[in-house]
């Protein structure tokens, strides 16, 4: 008797609601009061919202498809892929929910999940997506640990506040923002890892007719938060805690705007759930700021690094530590210690040749091209002199349909959080003036969220009869780009040895560069002066004249 009885509760339940309203809905009307009435119908779960007083449906949901998000203690939106009113079949509905009380709030998303996993149909496609399995792609590829750790960091104030006071950072999405106001104006807006929502605060005063701030981390609470404090942009902004690769949106964006950019401008692998974001949420030739990326690379000389790095294993030299000889492990550790990439800002005197890069265009990439970089290097050295390894660094272009404004973290313009990289060689290789470099950088992500690096360098024959002859020196370095070292330092003043020649005096030169990436030419201007990008050596040179002066 008292399982027909359950049955028979399962099949319909009820909640007295404060008011619904359609989300985005050019109606302010709301029903007041209302009814959230779950019922099934040959075995298919289904959620009507009602007016206390009408028997008939305003809006019908589909559990199988509907998600349900908290907005506050007592307002959530339920979102769906399509509703019936009877007369017509709508796709992509929203209502925002009303409770009376925090606790009638807590019962009805119980509710709504116990029927949901009772009733929806495993493997369904969804509205913006194809996502409905318990494990999302995410969880597929990066190990739970690192998730963790991730989500963590991130949904902390203080590492938010460290993001916001780089001016750099901040001060050019704002103005790539602003000064584009034509591409917002009116759009729906899709914030990707909105972290504490700054991005999408900057969307709203552009105009954006809505913005959806997607964040997984804890900080989604702070950021609804921050978006209340501000009701005049709060209003049309709405904060989706949940993973990109999860989440459901109740319309497809206009444009999409994030900041997907790690260390070395691929760390932590959210370019990927920036391009699942482009595939999920975007409509057709829709915009993404930022939208392309390139990582810049040369060969650099630094005897102090060197130096610095080969010290720390020192250590492991001694013959008589309490007794014990550690001499065994010294060349493990010294190997250790030069498979970190070295993160800090460095004098772009140190390059010893023009750089050359590799475009990422986010408009066009595959997810799976994010898995693997394959990346020929081939370089004219400019100066005589020992090359201890590779440096890198990055910038991306906000390609507006008013301005296009690029970020850059290139040494010798303004420091940003993410300074520059270096891979440094545990055997450094000589170069003569004129003397051709070449070799591969080849990154392989990982499931820590990063990708370990193999990076090869070596020098050409050089002199009369060159072209003949083949490598007279190789070096090659393994490195976790998890796992940097921190130094962090300022740009230091660069000592010139007897056998060195000023690197400020290398004059630009003409290396041709074949490449998949160059073929969209339209997104390869450099950047104007005023942008603060010196993409040649010669640019370096010519912006560091002051400073030599100082030295």
Not at 179 to 186: A, I, K, L, P, S
Not at 360 to 370: G, H, M, Q, R
Request: aromatic residues 10%; charged residues 20%; glycine residues 6%.
């Amino acid at each position: 008797m008292e399982g027909s009885k359950g049955e028979e509760a399962q099949k319909q339940q009820e909640f007295v609601l404060a008011s619904i309203s359609e989300l985005a809905s050019s109606s302010s009307s709301s029903l007041t009061p209302a009814v959230a009435r779950f019922s099934t119908e040959d075995g298919v779960g289904e959620l009507r919202f009602l007016q206390e007083a009408e028997s008939d449906a305003r809006v019908n949901v589909d559990l199988q498809t509907a998600q349900l998000f908290k907005l506050g203690p007592v307002q959530s939106v339920c979102i769906s892929e399509g509703s019936d009113t009877g007369t017509e079949k709508l796709f992509s509905r929203g209502v925002t929910i009303h409770f009376k009380k925090e606790e009638e709030s807590g019962a009805f998303h119980n509710a709504f999940e116990q029927w949901k996993k009772d009733f929806i149909v495993q493997g369904k496609k969804l509205p913006n997506g194809e996502i409905s399995s318990s494990k999302s792609k995410f969880d597929d590829k990066i190990e739970p640990s690192s998730a963790k750790m991730y989500f963590h960091y991130y949904g902390q104030l203080l590492h938010q506040q460290n993001m916001l006071q780089d001016y750099v950072r901040t001060g050019t999405y704002y103005a790539a923002v602003i000064e584009n106001r034509v591409d917002f104006t009116g759009r729906v807006v899709v914030d990707v890892g909105a972290g504490s929502g700054i991005l999408s605060l900057f969307a709203a005063q552009a105009g954006a007719k809505h913005v959806y701030a997607v964040e997984a981390s804890e900080m989604a609470e702070y950021a609804r938060k921050l978006i209340a404090g501000n009701p005049s942009l709060g209003q049309r902004i709405t904060v989706i805690k949940g993973k990109v690769e999860e989440v459901e949106l109740p319309e497809k964006a206009d444009i999409l705007i994030s900041e997907p950019m790690g260390t070395l401008l691929i760390n932590e692998r959210m370019l990927e759930t920036y391009v699942i974001a482009r595939d999920r949420f975007l409509q057709p030739n829709g915009k993404m700021f930022p939208t392309l990326g390139r990582i810049h690379m040369a060969p650099f000389s630094d005897e102090y690094l060197f130096v610095e790095i080969a010290n720390k294993a020192l250590f492991w030299q001694q013959q008589n530590y309490y007794g014990v000889d550690l001499q065994p492990l010294y060349a493990s550790a010294f190997q250790g210690y030069f498979s970190q990439p070295v993160v800090d800002a460095f004098d772009p005197r140190l390059l010893v040749a023009p750089s050359m890069s590799h475009v990422i265009d986010f408009t066009k990439i595959n997810e799976e091209d994010l898995y693997e970089f394959d990346i020929p290097l081939r370089f004219v050295a400019a100066v005589g002199t020992r090359v201890h390894g590779l440096a890198c660094w990055f910038d991306v272009l906000f390609d507006g349909s008013t301005v296009q404004r690029w970020l850059t973290t290139a040494p010798g313009a303004p420091t940003t959080h993410w300074y520059q990289l270096r891979c440094v060689l545990s055997q450094p290789i000589y170069v003569m003036a004129g003397q051709e470099i070449t070799g591969r950088l080849h990154m392989i992500a990982h499931n820590a969220q990063s990708y370990t690096i193999y990076l090869t360098l070596a020098a050409k024959m050089w002199g009369p009869g060159a072209e003949q002859g083949g490598i007279i020196q190789e070096s090659s370095c393994k490195l976790d780009l998890k796992e940097p070292y921190y130094r962090m330092s300022q740009p230091q003043a660069y000592t010139i040895t007897q056998d060195q020649q000023p690197h400020q005096q290398i004059q630009a030169q003409d290396i041709p560069i074949h490449s998949q990436d160059f073929e969209d030419t339209e997104f390869l201007p450099q950047p104007s002066p005023s942008s603060g990008v010196k993409m040649t050596l010669a640019d370096f040179a010519r912006s560091t004249g002051s400073l030599k002066d100082t030295l």
